[in-house]
């Protein structure tokens, strides 16, 4: 094999605005053949499981033709270049998994923070080939689709993210892959099982992202649940010659069902889908202020959520479930498990947060107005309050738990958006918590954060630093936002301890950040000890 490709073709890309060089030759470099393959384990690791992006032979079968014969058709076709460019950029991008040697202990190796993420080439090349909108888009360039908008993530163009899965999803629907082959029994009968399973897969994987893009930007969805027919993936029904091309079914579908979870939840709770699909939109937080207290309707929408989300994690197979031992520490937490379990904790923490944010604006307003004498700040039903608030805890702790556990075994995605977005998502809930502790009253209903929590914090605000001096773009976002909260919190506890308190002088721009102001993890142990 050659020890390196360059492919030469001559094609319009679409970002040359010189009509002259429109159709001019253009060269791809490609990586060493080895590496090649390597980058295709480094995808199936990462998000394989997940999901479906390919099949696992068909991929390496056509690498290994491209490479021993560059100069066919086969090799500079268009799509297949976007695709494999795609491909090889998301697995550039989880080649660098934060394992530590002989550099500053945070598994940096003095990495700069202004350099572009890992594939970042391949993606801009990618992007240059890529046909804007398909008249007659094919099932690869589904697959190229979903794959753009898992780098884009990575440069925290969340934006960007949701308009590639819209076209991807436009693209399936215009073929008919929501549909199952007894609606049109005529049209799938010559596919092949493996093909059909292929297509099948492919489709929720760009439902999957719909669910994934439209909760994380807060858009509604791209279709609903009663317009698919098709069957979720199955493994039991691959012929024995066709197996190694999938990974197990039961992988991707609890990934489904999780996010079908977070998506209708999110949607139901943050009213960003429309009233037709919410039947309850009325009591949701769309136009809520969250200054006022949460009405028993708005605790008994959250725990119905929630109460789905633990029904969820006992139904997994024990394959998915994180095992424990004696002590309490995790046994088997596959970078697969973790993931799901990652995401599991996330939505029940975005779910619960507006309890927090009321608990907190609560208690505050108590402290403000000296109620020493209140039996209890906050007006709702204690029990459940106190439920929420210890649920929160233990998935911040949990999440803390799991992506420490990645750190140590070298399978944390240094440039990952979706890794960062755990830990600011965690920490969010962690920060809002202690600063809870300077409100309390001796008859005050106390809520406790332990030096577990604290642990976890701390844990989690190094991992996220860590992402962000490498150079991880969201979370050098997360982690400015993060110091912006602490910066708040830590003035409004100044001025209630000096009582003078005036709302109007918290600053929430990031805009005007200090840009040297110091970081997180030099002094958030000191500041949670009472040292600063």
Known sequence: MNPGLEISIDTEVSRSSDRSEANRPVKIRMPPYNHSMHLIQC???AIGHDQHYFRRQHIRARVTQMYQNPESSRSKDRGWLCFWLAVLAVGELHNSNGSTGADNGLGLSGASPDKDSPGADYYHQSVAFLQQVAE??????????????????????????????????????????HRSPLDLPSEGSDLRISESEHQRRVFWTVYYQDLLTSSTTGRPWGILDD????????????????????????????????????????????????TAINPYSHISLFDFDLGNPLSQQHLDK????????????????????????????????????????????QTILVLLRPVLVNIHNDRLEARIKDHSETTDAYPGPKSMLRAFY?????????????????????ALFIYSYFDASYAFTAA??????????????????????????LSALNTIVGILRQQS???????????????????NLQALQTALDNRVVNLDDLNFDLDYLNPGLTALTDHVGAALRGES
């Open 428 to 453: 969010i809930e962690l920060h809002l918590a202690r600063s809870m502790r300077s409100f309390a009253y001796p008859n005050q209903d106390a809520l406790q954060f332990t030096d577990e929590d």
């Open 227 to 274: 317009e698919i027919t098709i069957e979720y993936a199955d493994s039991s029904r691959i012929p024995g010659d066709s197996m190694m091309e999938f990974f197990d079914s039961e992988e991707s579908n609890a990934h489904l069902e999780l996010m079908r979870l977070r998506g209708q939840a999110y949607s139901s709770l943050y009213g960003y889908a429309g």
């Open 390 to 410: 210890n649920i929160i805890l233990e998935s911040a702790r949990e999440t803390a738990s799991i992506l420490e556990w990645l750190q140590y075994q070298g």
């Open 469 to 487: 001096l490498a150079g991880n773009a969201p979370a050098k976002h997360f982690d400015r936002q993060l110091r912006l909260l602490e910066n």
């Open 302 to 345: 959250m725990d119905e959520f929630h109460q789905g989300l633990i029904a969820w994690q006992q139904e997994l197979p024990e394959k998915l479930k994180l095992a424990r031992s004696f002590e309490g520490s995790g046994l088997n937490p596959s970078r697969v498990t973790a993931t799901l379990h990652l995401i599991y904790h």
């Open 136 to 177: 007659n888009p094919d099932v690869l360039y589904i697959e190229t689709l979903c794959l753009l908008a898992v780098y884009a993530f990575s440069m925290d163009k969340i934006n960007t993210a949701y308009m590639y899965n819209g076209l991807g999803l436009r693209a399936a629907l215009s073929l008919g892959l």
């Open 43 to 45: 995808v199936e690791f």
